[in-house]
């Protein structure tokens, strides 16, 4: 029986219908016409469907989304604001962090909550907190510089809106 169930997504208030076995991966995309978050393996395996729940990185699509009920998501369509780059994705197109661009949302926002948590992550915490966002391209060396130069160009890479130093 379909349960009806509120969501907080990029600030917005969202009322859907949903199954009790629909994923969060699912109602985003297939639902809400949020098509930024990857379906990539549907597995838990690859990180394209990697969205923010209350600041820290889940994978969409091997969580409910009645579990997802109540939380703040943030998906890849809320990071940029007022028509400018967030400074993560504007790090990814200048230091080449992405190709084909499939694995890129889930790589932005699981580096976002890597800055969210370490004020200064060194490279080797970027690289073991991200090994679960796989990508066909890139080679991953780019992806890390990336994510190294927002964290040092811009302070606020990292913080919540309304935290700005
Ligand atoms: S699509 Fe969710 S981890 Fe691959
Ligand atoms: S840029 Fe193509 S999969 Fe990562």
């Not at 509120?6 to 991966?25: F, K, M």
């Not at 796989?134 to 811009?154: F, H, P, W």
């Amino acid at each position: 029986m379909k349960r009806a169930i509120e969501l907080s997504i990029n600030g917005d208030t969202y009322d859907v219908l949903v199954s009790p076995n629909n994923t969060l991966l699912e109602v985003l995309r297939d639902k809400l016409g949020l098509m930024g978050t990857k379906r990539g393996c549907d597995l838990g395996a690859c990180g394209a469907c990697t969205v923010l729940i209350n600041g820290e990185a889940y994978l969409s699509c091997v969580m409910l989304a009645i579990d997802a009920g109540g939380k703040d998501i943030l998906t890849i369509e809320g990071l940029a604001e007022g028509g400018e780059l967030h400074p993560l994705q504007s790090s990814f197109v200048e230091k080449g962090g992405l190709q084909c661009g499939f694995c890129t949302p889930g790589m932005i926002l699981t580096a976002r909550a890597i800055l969210n948590e370490e004020e200064n992550p060194t490279e080797d915490v970027i690289k073991r907190k991200m090994a679960g966002n796989l990508c066909r391209c890139t080679g991953y060396k780019k992806v890390v510089e990336a994510v190294m130069s927002a964290n040092e160009s811009d302070e606020n890479a990292g913080r919540p809106e309304g935290q700005e130093a």
